[in-house]
């Protein structure tokens, strides 16, 4: 599937209703023509704020996931008829309706491997064996196998849930307005459609069950809450051995050995994680994903003019309307108090949080200024590339970095790696500074550029724009 995404459209947006609607709602404004890498953690919907999904929803996913593990409890070998039926409960087909997980600039849904739901049956008989029948033992398949992601997680999730979904989300539209359409496979309900995805309706999710990874599938979270209990961390310790050497792979077969040694193991461990999840919180919002949608639903106005209409559609007029929007990114960032989305509780936001902000400014500027060029990134995990283009031949990529991150190496290999794979040698190479002492990288990476241009060879281009932390203006 396509990974590239242009042109965000947000749900509030395309259905004409104030975001704060969503916000005092406490649910997530999607963008629909892409995913977004958030997904629905199971592990939070009892603790939600809103009473369809911390009732309902929760009720749904213990029933669905009570069902296979009462199947499993009834199943003497694989292939038998009560784990026919187990494996039928167990869908784990993505969900495109909810415009979340890794489906980049697409929310196209399809199944996945049998053998993947295989290996999640087999691991949930064990601890059924073991004499654990707590439904949401199945939560935790994430931290105990290899190949069950974050987005597994969310869709096995998501399909449990999806009548109740469905209801908050009909309530809301109808409250709001919003145009609806009857669909039959989701209950009948009045449900809005998604203009991307025909006959596939939106599911809004509320908020507070998102994470960034659910925390069966973070290994940060997962050690620090599971480590707690001394019966884990020693069975842990026994099994792992040099932890500093060890995988995520074999993190992971050691804890679940840890586990399974005995009932009480594996109990402590339960109540471990069931009370260490918490959601992704929009204040942090450390990867930027409702800093994003802010400037995505702000006021166009304040982007138009300054950028004049390409002339011609040569390589040369592309270089300069992307120089234009650097120039415009770093007013708004160094004056106009956007420096502040780059932060979060004294921190700077990851390197993603300032990838966003100028893939929504580019495409703000090019939207108010009705400019033929059409930013481009990759949202999905791995390299993060945003491409101008104009026809097939005239493209300039840029690269954003954080000024602590490895700015040298991103200068002279990355970003050569991303022209050469575009046909291009036209790039900028965009660096945020957030006041921290690298003079020693912005001399290196100008090294190279003065080095490339005395040797008459291709030289990307080199931005800074200041993010470093103000003090109010009613300080200064």
Known sequence: ??????????????????????????????????DTPLFVDPLLL?????????????????????????????????????????????????????????????IRGSSRPEALRTTILKTTKEIVRLGENDPEIISLMGMFEDGVGPDTISDLTTTAISKGLAKLTSEFAVAHGITVKNFPQFFGMPLPSNPYRPNTPVL??????????????????????????????????????????ATVSDKKHAIKRAAMLSLENFRALLEAVLSGSTNYDPNEDILGFYAFRKVLSGNLDAFRGGIAPPRTKSKEEIVRIVGEIIVHFRRLVEENNNWELLWSNGRPRKERAAQLLFFAVSDAYC??????????????????????SSGY?????????????????????????????????????LVIEFGDNWDAKLQAITDLRNAAVIANEPASLIEIVDASQRTSASKR
């Open 46 to 106: 009892r603790t939600s704020s809103n009473e369809v999904a911390s009732g309902e929803c929760y009720d749904q996913l213990r029933a669905r996931f009570a069902n296979v593990v009462r199947l499993l409890d009834a199943s003497q070998n694989p292939g038998d008829p009560a784990w026919k039926a187990a494996e039928r409960q167990l869908d784990l087909s993505e969900r495109p309706e909810a415009c979340l997980g890794f489906g980049g600039g697409s």
């Open 204 to 245: 809004l999710v509320p908020s507070d069950v998102l994470r960034d990874l659910p925390l069966a599938t973070d290994w940060s979270d997962v050690s620090e809450v599971a480590f707690q209990n001394q019966l884990i961390r020693d069975a842990f310790n026994s099994f792992v051995g040099d932890i500093s050497k």
């Open 393 to 429: 031949a005239n493209r300039v990529l840029v690269e954003v970095k954080r000024s602590m991150g490895a700015v040298k190496h991103g200068y002279e290999k990355q970003l050569e790696v991303y022209k050469a794979a575009s046909n291009t040698d036209a790039a900028y190479f």
């Open 1 to 34: 599937m396509s990974r590239k995404l242009q042109s965000p459209k947000l749900f509030s947006a395309h259905f004409d209703i104030d975001p704060a609607e969503l916000d005092m709602a406490g649910l997530f404004d999607p963008i629909l023509n892409c």
């Open 367 to 388: 939207q108010a200024n009705n400019v033929d060029i059409s930013p481009e990134m990759n949202p999905g995990g791995g390299p993060v590339d945003f491409k101008f």
